[in-house]
């Protein structure tokens, strides 16, 4: 997986409108569009893909910390936001694009630094205007759920299907 540098690596809206939001995000998955900056900022990738479902990995590290050496409720809050919008994105039709008109989260309990975790993000449903998702952030090795969360998106057509 490679990372944008500058705003030119990223796809241009051409390109983008061109494809159906499940091939956008397998495109980003398989390494032909580049994944967003935020990604490498945060230490997080897309590790899955399918139809009305995403799954990023992430381990969070001492730059995302806050001021008492915790992992920053941001990074929880960056890594389910990301998850998804992209889950959402997957039932995005050619010519539409989604971006997040609200999203919530609730940490349960706090990642150990350096831990590799999976966030699960799954569509609830796929309207012509807005989606709905929810999430979940677990442990890759002890499976336990470290944060939840819910997302309304709305879907913007440009002249698509």
């Not at 494809?19 to 956008?24: A, I, K, N, P």
């Not at 990074?75 to 995005?92: E, H, Q, R």
């Not at 997040?100 to 706090?110: D, G, P, Q, S, W």
Request: aromatic content about 6%; glycine content about 12%.
């Amino acid at each position: 997986m490679h990372f944008a540098q500058k705003p030119d690596d990223l796809a241009d809206r051409e390109t983008l409108l061109s494809m159906s939001g499940l091939e956008f995000m397998q495109a980003i998955l398989n390494g032909h569009l580049p994944a967003p900056a935020i990604a490498q900022t945060m230490g997080i990738r897309v590790h899955a893909v399918a139809d009305g479902q995403v799954t990023f990995c992430g381990t969070p590290e001492f730059n995302v910390t806050n001021p008492v050496g915790a992992v920053h409720g941001g990074w929880y809050g960056t890594l389910l936001d990301s998850a998804l919008g992209c889950a959402v994105m997957t039932k995005v039709p050619k010519g539409s694009v989604d971006t997040t008109l609200e999203y919530k989260i609730n940490i349960t309990r706090a990642i150990p630094l350096g831990m590799l975790v999976n966030c699960t993000a799954i569509v609830d449903h796929a309207g012509r205007s807005t989606c709905v998702a929810h999430g979940e952030i677990r442990g890759v090795e002890d499976g336990r759920l470290y944060a939840t969360g819910s997302t309304t998106c709305i879907i913007m057509n440009f002249g698509g299907a």
